[in-house]
Each structure stands twice: as C-alpha cells, then as structure tokens.
C-alpha cells in the first residue's frame, strides 16, 4: 500500500470517527449543557497532562525505535516496563493530592457522589493502555491500522455514553463510556501487534531514553497546544466557559484531521526511509506532507469563519459567544498543522535534540501568553496565544529543517489551495446572504449541511481544475477511473 492510499485510509478514519465524536458532543451539549461538557473536558485533561508525565516521552521513542526494524522486541519489553512503573507511581501522587484535585474541579461532586480522583486514576491506567497499543502499530508502520481503530475508539465510546445519559447517568455515563471505549480499542488492537516481546538489556532502556529525553517536550508541545489553554480557563473562568472554549475546539480539530492523517503516515516513513540513509527520499516525503498539509485546513478557515454563528448554533444558544473563538482556533490549528510536518522531519532524521529546543520556545511562549492574556481578554486571549505561539514555532521548524533536509517548499501547491478556497468563501457567502435575506430555508441544522457540502464541492472542482499535482494524486489513490482527471 502506498503513502497516498495510507493517508487517506487514516484520513477516512478520522474522518468518520471525528464525524462520530461530533454527534455525541451535539447531543451532550444539548442535553446536558455547557458546565456539565466543561467539567468532562476538565477530567479529561488533567488525565491527559499525567499521560504525557506517565509516557515522558516513551511513547514517541518506542513508535522511532520500532519503526527502525531492529530488535523491536526487546524495545517494545523496556517500554512497557518504562511506562507501568511511571504509571504506578503517578497513581500514588494522584490519590494523595486528592485534596487539589478536588478543589480545582469543585463541581464534579454536583454531578457524581464518587471522588473525581478514583476516575482520573482508572482512565490513567486505561489511556496508557491504548496509546501504547497505538505507538507500537505506528512503529511497526501498520498506520492504516491503527488509524482505523479511531472510529473503532469513538464510536465505542460515544455510543456506550449516549446509552448511559439517555438512563439518566449523565456526567458519570460519559466517564463510563469514555473508559470502556479505551478499552475496547486496545483488546482490538493487540490482535494486529506482531511484535513479540523480548528480554530487554540496559542499552535498550538507554536508546529509548535517548531518544525520549528529547522527544517528550514534543508530546508536552502537543499537550500545552491542545490543552493548556483549557487548563488556565478552568482556573480564570467558569465551567460553563470551558464548555464552550472546547466545543469551538472540537471544530477546529475536526478541520485538522487531514492534516494529522499526513503526520501519522509520514513520521514512520520518514523513520524508515532517513535509517536506510536515503535523504533525497526524505526530502521528497518532506514536501509533499507540506504540499497536503492545508488541503482541508486551508478552506476551513474561510468557511468556518463565514459559519462559525450558525455551526455554534447547533450545540445550543449559550455555545454561539464562542464564534470568534472558533474562527481564531482554525487558524491556530491550521498553523499548528504545518508546525507537525516540519517537527516530524526533524523527529524522523533522529534529530530529536534540536525538535526540543524549539517545542521548549514554544511551550514557553504559549504559557506565558495564556497567562497574561486570558484574565485580559477571557476566550479570545487564549486563542490569540494559540495562534502566536504556534506561528514562531512553525518559523523556527522551517527554517531548521532547511538546513539539514534539502527539501523545496510547494509555494506554488498552496498558493492554488488558497485560490480555491477563496473562490469557494465568495460563492458561499453568496448562498448564505440569499438564505438569510429571503429567508426561504429556516432550519439552522439543513442550512449548515447543505452549505458545507455545496462549499466543498466548488472547492475541490476549483482545486481539480487549478492543480495538476492534485489531479494526479486523487488518480493515483482512486481504485476508479474518472474521466478529465489525466
């Protein structure tokens, strides 16, 4: 199987399982409001905060070392290993400060008599359980595998939690749910783990931790982008507010799905190919991860912005504060998007070292940031720290990478996404003006999904048109001939 078809297995995937996610978050928001969709976010976040201290980097160390085909076993053995023993021990830390932990999410008790401390704990275990799953497919470059287990992932877990709140369990089904979800997907995703685990030596805890003393700040990147915004909030603003900050997010997210369909195949081939000593190879997966990078991205920005009231609208009238918010996060996660592919160059060509240096500028500047601009400006100012951060962040990857990797960058390929986005934010807007002037069409729900489809599909006609690259590569990955496309 080739990139072009992994990636879009892993695209597809994500796709329907993102398309999973947002149903159950409609129907949660709905039913439940935004502090009880607050709170939730905030469970889930501080256990993801202590998944990144339980791995500290492992994860990412084991997906490289296996990735390079040698004594994957015996790697595999030191990371499980690594990992219980970091996860035993957080455990501990956790029941102890039980006494902060409750008090930071005060309102959990409103919801569930049992202690939010005894929730964070089992989700640790059961989390760790399933990306370690997910690092060893990535390793053994099984993405297309393990990119199918996503919706296998949400759409156990938003099935069995929409079950238990319509029983009247509320926020303690969705924590129920979200458990039996991990671990339905890591039983599942044993069955595909062809790795057998070895007796492991010293070097092999020292080469994993080689690379993971580096590595880690990568997944601290990725956590401070995705959630240290929701972490402050909870601190300066209510919960109600979380809800809403994180519902605007799951929007943006779902616009980056492409993006991260091309990270996760990209990193293992960029492993592989870069330990054969093959550069111009890596130079060439180098670019066209950015050439694709935005194919989604880029016209969600346009039409995201032109429908950030109405797509809010659907989970709600008290989630529409946060449009703002929303068009502000596209284009962070956008941003962030291309930062990814640039880091998994570095990542890739075993240079961990100087990915550190630039995930600790960023990891820096957006902390601060959140945290001057957050009492200031509420919702907005964390977005607006997003966004900063992540773009001198995405300077410095470009430009260190440059210098190690001789890779062209495909203005050229992105200067046409642009185009064609444009062309679908003009005929859009048009529609949407029509709509709401004669008001021919009431229903918020029709109006959203008619709009999204008609603006995708003048997007992609535009860019078939605009791009040969495009053309090419859509005739490449389809198992049918479509006519004009050569």
């Not at 935004?34 to 256990?47: D, F, H, K, P, S």
């Not at 905060?49 to 791995?55: C, F, K, M, P, V």
């Not at 401390?117 to 297309?144: C, M, N, P, Q, S």
Request: aromatic fraction near 10%; include cysteine.
């Amino acid at each position: 199987m080739n990139i072009g078809q992994t990636s879009l297995i892993v695209f597809l995937s994500k796709l329907l399982g993102s398309a999973l996610g947002f149903v159950a978050t409609l129907y949660f928001a709905r039913e439940l409001g935004a502090e009880v969709l607050g709170v939730y976010t905030l469970v889930l976040t501080v256990v993801s905060w202590l998944i990144l201290a339980g791995e500290f980097g492992v994860g990412q160390a084991t997906t490289k070392r296996i990735s390079e085909g040698r004594e994957q076993g015996a790697y595999l053995s030191a990371a499980l290993v690594w990992i219980t023993g970091f996860a035993v021990c957080l455990s501990l830390a956790v029941i102890v400060a039980q006494p902060i932990l409750e008090s930071y999410i005060a309102e959990f008790d409103h919801y569930v008599a049992l202690s939010v401390v005894w929730f964070v704990v089992a989700l640790l275990f059961i989390k760790l359980f399933y990306r370690t799953i997910d690092k060893t497919l990535k390793g053994e470059r099984k993405v297309h595998i393990e990119g199918v287990l996503e919706p296998v992932k949400i759409g156990g877990q938003s099935l069995i939690q929409i079950v238990l709140v319509i029983a009247g369990y509320g926020l303690l089904g969705m924590l129920v749910g979200y458990a039996l979800g991990g671990i339905i997907v890591g039983i599942v995703g044993l069955y595909w783990v062809s790795t057998q685990p070895s007796m492991p030596s010293k070097r092999h805890f020292v080469s994993l931790f080689d690379y993971a003393k580096f590595s880690w700040l990568g997944s601290l990147k990725s956590r401070t982008f995705n959630e240290v915004d929701i972490l402050l909030l909870g601190v300066f603003a209510q919960s109600a507010l979380v809800g809403v900050y994180s519902v605007a997010w799951s929007i943006a997210k779902f616009l980056d799905i492409f993006g991260g369909a091309v990270s996760s195949t990209m990193f293992p081939e960029i492993s592989h190919t870069s330990a054969q000593n093959a550069r111009e190879a890596v130079s060439g997966l180098v670019e066209d991860s950015l050439a694709f990078t935005g194919l989604i991205a880029i016209p969600g920005i346009v039409g995201g912005t032109l429908l950030a009231d109405r797509l809010l609208e659907l989970y709600g009238p008290e989630f529409v504060d946060g449009a703002t918010v929303l068009a502000l996060l596209i284009v962070a996660t956008t941003l962030y998007s291309y930062q990814k592919q640039l880091m998994n160059g570095l990542n890739g060509i075993d240079r961990p070292d100087l990915a550190f240096r630039i995930n600790a500028v960023f990891i820096v500047l957006n902390a601060g940031l959140n945290v001057v601009l957050i009492p200031r400006f509420g919702l907005e100012g964390a977005a607006i720290a997003s966004i900063a951060s992540v773009a001198v962040a995405t300077i410095l990857a470009y430009v260190t990478l440059s210098r190690l990797v001789d890779f062209r960058t495909p203005f050229g390929e992105i200067g046409r996404q642009i185009t064609a986005a444009l062309v679908m934010g003009v005929v859009v807007y048009g529609a949407l003006e029509t709509v709401e002037t004669t008001a021919i069409v009431e229903h918020n729900a029709f109006i959203v999904v008619s709009l999204v489809g008609f603006g995708a599909g003048v997007y992609f006609l535009t860019l078939l048109a605009l791009s040969a690259r495009f053309r090419s590569t859509v005739e490449r990955n389809i198992p049918l001939h479509v006519p004009y496309l050569s």
